[in-house]
């Protein structure tokens, strides 16, 4: 917490709940405490490799 709060993010503990938001982006996570007064966060990184997205069109016609 103490390491968040110095890069200048707000955390909110409240009904439960805890919020961190950032300066500019606002609300950057929103966890539930569990059972064992946890707040658990799953935190997935954008992958590193090239990725390619295509549509295929009514015509059958495959866009990048």
């Known amino acids: 917490m103490g390491q968040l709060q110095e890069r200048g993010l707000a955390i909110l503990i409240q009904n439960n709940t805890c919020k961190l938001f950032h300066p500019t982006r606002g609300l950057i996570m929103d966890a539930t405490m569990t059972s ?29």
Not at 47 to 62: C, D, H, L, N
Request: proline share 7%.
């Open 36 to 64: 064992n007064r946890m707040f658990a966060i799953a935190v997935v990184m954008p992958s590193k490799e090239p990725v390619a997205f295509f549509q295929t069109s009514e015509e059958g016609k495959t866009q990048l």
